[in-house]
């Protein structure tokens, strides 16, 4: 059974394999900017966050205890 459209005459494939074929390749080449950027994102909020949390790892006591009386 072939496919229909609206009045139920069948409906033709114009588009030639090759063209279907560059087309897959655009969309996967731009998922792939689009994971890669999400990943660079990630990254760089995680080195973010670490810049907080690294200078508070090697001071003495003294210095860990000032954070107890910021605002």
């Known amino acids: 059974m072939s496919p229909t459209i609206g009045d139920g005459a069948a409906a033709e494939n114009n588009v030639s394999p090759e063209t279907l074929w560059m087309n897959f390749r655009k969309m996967e080449k731009h998922e792939w900017w689009l994971w890669s950027a999400a990943v660079a994102v990630t990254l760089l909020l ?7 949390l690294i200078p508070g790892l090697g001071g003495s006591e003294r210095d860990q205890s000032t954070f107890l009386f910021l605002p």
């Open 46 to 52: 995680t080195a973010g966050l670490a810049s907080f």
